[in-house]
């Protein structure tokens, strides 16, 4: 008799004989459900990383070790194995658990001999017993708040218990059904629809119970009420079948249809090696062959010679041409073959639409690469803290590698750089092998910049990095393009290959090699397909697939094709003969975006399980989608991918308004629910989309603006920028937060006239205490342009309302106010005037005891001494400046200190220091995202290599310099010429 009751379905609750048991702390308790579900040994140190992410491992360790002793006094010693290095539950009879016993009737059933989803009559008690277990969802209520990695467990386990009870219920009622008692079947039907109201197999489940009990109008009431939601929270009619059984049931013929539908309960006789009759399970029709590729000779020999001749340095190799020319299947094909001899491959892809998505192909190539690797330490020999880099775009790599460092500050020195060079380390890791790795980056056009930025930093580095880095782009004249083109040419080891359409027996031979030797289609359809593609290698395959298949005829070859229609005209052929089912789903699928996972697409489809799968092999085995490699750090999570982004668009393309807007905020409300887990933190900007486009922009707007907070916060200036442009645009409620964080990222950029609109605004919205901040911005763009007088007024006006700041804050902020005021005073000439409020700034900098304040405070000084020619003050108050400003998460007091620091080595002649502080400068600066500072720096590290003799270093920097300064002097409307004066500041 077991002695301890543990129960997890509901209120999760321990009993010893029959009397509640209370256990000290809620991770004890969350450490005794983990063991028990588990049911293996864990190691400590695996269970501290689960339970304590945030602490070290020392400080995790002894955390573990007070809640495992506050878990040995509330229970038995002989019932928990406590280990040095495991922990584990210890077999016996002494611990029942209402899940595991559920586990077990479940098991039971599996002893019958039948598949799983079919029921005989010897399932019925266990089946029975499993639904009387389960009394409510897996720990209903309960939740670890500083344990993400924990509460994913548990919702996982929760939902994955929560499916299996459906199966239950499904079971006993097609048994209850089968026997005849009506009314036990339709307590369990009930049961089963309240679990998902939009399972119509439920619905038709009690439509046919009501039906057969003599409850006809109850059963017609049921069909009008699955009719009410589908349309209210789907906007779709029911299926075909549930339509048809609401027709037989009201025409009364119920009893004839019956003998048609497939059941579900079988005898024990019909179970193989139990009788006579042999069980046969059905099988997806198998997917089409892949076509040939034909007239490709040229571009795979080179790739081939270019592979082979990688030895030390890396190459970068670009396949460029028209949509449908066949980049994508040339690219796959040769990684594919790279990968049989040998070679380690990633591979990823940008899709349309998914632009403002920051590092997405990144992030896929380092899962891929994880999941490749299957537990292998990979990240030897990689310095803890470019894996800690790696963890900000991965957050389960802190899982799979637990005593990982805590990343270091986004915005402190060399921040962007240590976060390039962590990715890019780990990628080389990954595809680390006897042969050069291939990363493959596919549709690179519709990549986001702040991966492009990334992919620039790769490419411009493969030097001693033997990698084959192959990517694919449409030929366009856009300004994505332009960059890409300006990566590759700023590259040093290329390869660039345009593909042409296919010559027309070249294009004939593809079509005999689609045939294999088999007359398939008569010599006059071969022709007109070869005329009607146009040599495009992806119109020809995707015409031949459909007439293989019988989707076209062959006598089209008689008659016009629209050229312009003709991928079109084929697509829809394929889409209209879906069934009804895989057609919704594949419509869902098409709304979530690029790539889509099986639990998500089913709770927004509102198809079954069941009905999911047979839809999505449907899809498969009609080529429309295709599935993805398993994530090592998810198994449990399938995913699949539209084949061609043409498909996807052309079925969003033909559904209704009112049905788009519905599945938009399904999947947007989906998405919510998940958005705690580690893997989907960063679908802020996909939940603020799916929002936008279901006409929900206040709830849009939020999320858009959590999307560019985060953007920022890994330095996807661009991507933030959009988002809070979105943001405010949709009516964010807090519009002066929105405003004041475009104004920044206005000023980073070098739009000083939009900066300054973007704050006038905000101080418009924006209460008395945000007021001189938003004062002291706007000065600083003037600035910045040498506007002094207007600076000085700005300055002056911040100081206004000082009364409206925390008491605390008040000192430093005039401190830092008065330093750049006595800035602007400066560039003025009005030197007297600059020294007062130098010194008054200093004053107060020192008594509030700042750390930001005393840095800028310094800085100033440094500069005033330096133009006062005061070498040693100017050393000092600069190697003081930057001490300060080391001490703070701010680039700015950094980058500042270390360009005036510069200048003043310069000037003492020491060119080789002052040269490597201005780079430290400049990758500081590049990180940030300030182009006019770094503008000014470049301008700087040119005079400086100049003075110093390297004259081609020097205009090669100048060259730069000059871009960025034009590009910022087009934001305004008259020539500026301060802009390009810059030096100091």
Known sequence: ???????????????????????????????????????????????AALFWPESDQSAARSALRRTLSALRGALNDDLVD????????????????????????????????????????????SLQQAADLYAADFMTGFSLRDSAAFDDWQFFE?????????????????????????????????????????????????????AQSNQRNAALRQYRECVRILEEELGVPPLAETTHLYETVKENRLEDSTTHEPVSVINPQDIPGTGSSTWIEDQPAPLMDSAPLVGRAPEWEQLTRIYDGIRQNGVFAALTGEPGIGKTRLAEEFSTHLQKRGAITLSARGYAGESNLAYTPLIDLLRQGISQSQGKPWWHGLHPHWLSEVALLVPELSTIIPDLPPAQPTAGPGAQTRFYQGVCQALMALVSGPSPGVIFIDNLEWADESTLDLLAYLARRLRARPIFLLVTWQRENTSITGKLEQIFNDSEFTLRLELSPLEPDQALALIEQFERNVQLFPPA??????????????????????????????????????????????LQTRLANLSGSASQILQAAAVIGRTFESDLLQTVSGRTEEEIIQGIEELLSRNLVRELPIQAAYPSVTRYDFKQEQVRALVLAEISLIRLRLLHRRIAESLVERIHLPSKRSQNGQIAFHFQQAGLPEQAAIYYFQAGQMARAIRANADALAHFQAALALGYPQKSEVLIELGDLYTLQGDYPQAIQQYEAAAAFSPSARLPAIEQKIGRVYLRRGFWEQAACHFEAALYDLEALPPERQKAFEAEVRADWSLACHRERKTEEAQNLAQAALGLAESSGAPLALA????????????????????????????????????????????????????????????????????????????????????????TLRASGQTESAIAQLKQAVAIFAEIGQNVEAWEPEIWKLVEW
């Open 1 to 47: 008799m077991p002695t301890y009751y543990f129960f997890l379905f509901g209120t999760p609750r321990l009993e010893y004989l029959g009397q509640p048991v209370a256990i000290d702390t809620r991770k004890a308790f969350a450490l005794l459900a983990y063991l028990l579900i588990e049911n293996q040994p864990q190691s400590r140190d695996s269970l």
């Open 525 to 570: 359809f071969k022709d007109q397909l070869v005329k009607v593609s146009q040599g495009f290698p992806h119109f020809l395959v995707e015409y031949l697939q459909a007439a293989r298949v019988g989707e076209i005829s062959s006598e089209l070859a008689t008659s016009h094709w629209p050229i312009p229609a003709g991928l079109r005209g084929m």
């Open 856 to 943: 800028q405070v310094h800085n100033l000084l440094g500069v005033l001494a330096r133009a006062g020619q005061c070498p040693d003050a100017t050393l000092e108050h600069l190697t003081n400046s930057l001490s300060f400003a080391r001490q703070l998460d701010n680039p700015s007091a950094q980058i500042a200190a270390l360009n005036n620091l510069a200048l003043a080595q310069s000037d003492n002649g020491d060119y080789v220091q002052a040269i490597a502080t201005l780079q430290g400068a400049l990758d500081e600066c590049i990180g940030v995202g300030d182009r006019h500072l770094e503008a000014a720096l470049r301008n700087n590290l040119a005079d």
């Open 82 to 125: 406590f280990g040095r290095e495991v922990i584990a539950l210890r077999p016996g009879e002494d611990l029942w658990c209402d899940v595991s016993a559920f586990q077990a009737s479940l098991l039971e059933c599996r002893t019958h001999g039948h598949p799983a989803r079919q029921v005989c009559p010897n399932c019925l008690a």
């Open 158 to 210: 929760a939902d994955r218990l929560r499916r299996e009870l459906a199966n239950v219920l499904e079971r006993l009622v097609n048994l209850h059904k089968e026997q005849h008692d009506f009314q036990t079947g339709l307590s369990y039907a009930r049961r089963w629809l309240s679990l998902d109201n939009l399972n119509e197999a439920a619905h038709r489940a009690l439509i046919t119970l009501y």
